[in-house]
């Protein structure tokens, strides 16, 4: 009775632990390559700066420009404005200009390029 019971808590052992595992891993392998990715911009990142001011002034100027982009970036998780304080003010009014013969958005671009897909698709 007693090695039955510790099968039975071997087995589910081995069935959650196998389980966790493979969902660590599978997370892994979705973030991994964003990981990488970030890691290799960075390093070009440094590279790039090290080249243009110097292994001396270098660093300074790296962690001037990287805070702004980490205000930047803890902005955008928090999805909040870089600028915006803590109290909610007017929007403000901004002026829309008339549309001029010849102004063409990016959606107008887009449908037009479909159109022309159609048509060379249609002719072939």
Do not use: C, H
């Amino acid at each position: 009775m007693d090695r039955t019971v510790m099968d039975i808590v071997g087995w589910l052992w081995w069935l959650v632990s196998t389980l966790f595992t493979g969902m660590l891993s599978l997370i892994w392998f979705l973030i991994s390559g964003w990981v990488s990715t970030l890691l290799q911009v960075g390093l070009l990142v440094v590279v790039v700066y090290f080249l243009k001011y110097g292994w001396q002034r270098a660093p300074a100027e790296i962690w001037r420009r990287s805070r702004s982009f980490a205000g930047f970036f803890v902005g955008w998780i928090r999805a909040r404005d870089a600028d915006s304080s803590g109290r909610e003010s007017a929007p403000a009014m901004r002026v829309v200009k008339v549309k001029e013969f010849g102004d063409v958005n990016i959606s107008t671009l887009l449908s037009l390029l479909m159109v022309a897909g159609l048509v060379l698709v249609a002719r072939l």
